[in-house]
Structure formats: C-alpha cells, structure tokens
C-alpha cells in the first residue's frame, strides 16, 4: 500500500498550490480520502475530505471557499486544490484513505506560505 504526496512548494500569500495524493495497493474507490495537515507545535488536522461513494465533501471551517477536494478513481489520485493561501495554511499536509478499519496515511508534502 502506497500513497504519495505532491505538489508542495513555497509560495507566497494569495497564491494557489494544487496537491496530489497517488494510491497503489488498494482498491482507491472504496476509500473514503481525506487531507490532514500539521503545523509544527500543533496537532494534526483535517483539512478536507471525500467520501467513496456519491464523493460528498467536508472542509475545515477556515478553508471554506478556498480549498477543494477532488477525486479521480480512474488515476487512482485524490487532490486538493488551495487557492487564496494564507500564512497559516504553512504545514505539512497528509493523504489519508479510510474503509471499515482499515487506513493508511501518507508520508505528507511541505507547503509554506510565506513572502
């Protein structure tokens, strides 16, 4: 089982990064996924998700409006599109995929915004 972040680079405030989360091992539709960040000193966060079946989407209150999840099974890639960044989206961000009990996580991709 692999998930492999990208598209994390630094850039400055008001710009857009669109993330990438490749899965291999698994059978991605049944996944629910999902995006977590971690800035250092504090706790692990989820950011967006989206779930299997119907691709339903949940977003943390702050990147309402900014941020948004998508889902290609075909590519077996999960996405996360940030727009409007700000310097507190500067964090690690991790793919997650979920299905009954079973979940794997990413080794995470660094993105800061910074001037």
């Known amino acids: 089982v692999q998930l492999v972040e990208s598209g994390g680079d630094l850039v400055q405030p008001g710009g857009s990064l669109r993330l990438s989360c490749a899965a291999s091992?698994?059978?991605?539709?049944?996944?629910?996924m999902s995006w977590h960040r971690q800035a250092p000193g504090k706790e692990r966060e989820l950011v967006a998700s989206?779930?299997?079946?119907?691709?339903?989407?949940n977003y943390l209150d702050s990147v309402k409006g900014r941020f948004t999840i998508s889902r290609d099974n075909a590519k077996n890639t999960v996405y996360l599109q940030m727009n409007s960044l700000k310097s507190e989206d500067t964090a690690v961000y991790l793919c997650?995929?979920?299905?009954?009990?079973?979940?794997?996580w990413g080794q995470g991709t660094q993105v800061t915004v910074s001037s």
């Open positions: 091992g698994f059978t991605f539709s049944k996944y629910h």
């Open positions: 989206i779930t299997s079946v119907g691709g339903f989407k």
């Open positions: 997650n995929a979920r299905w009954d009990f079973r979940t794997y």
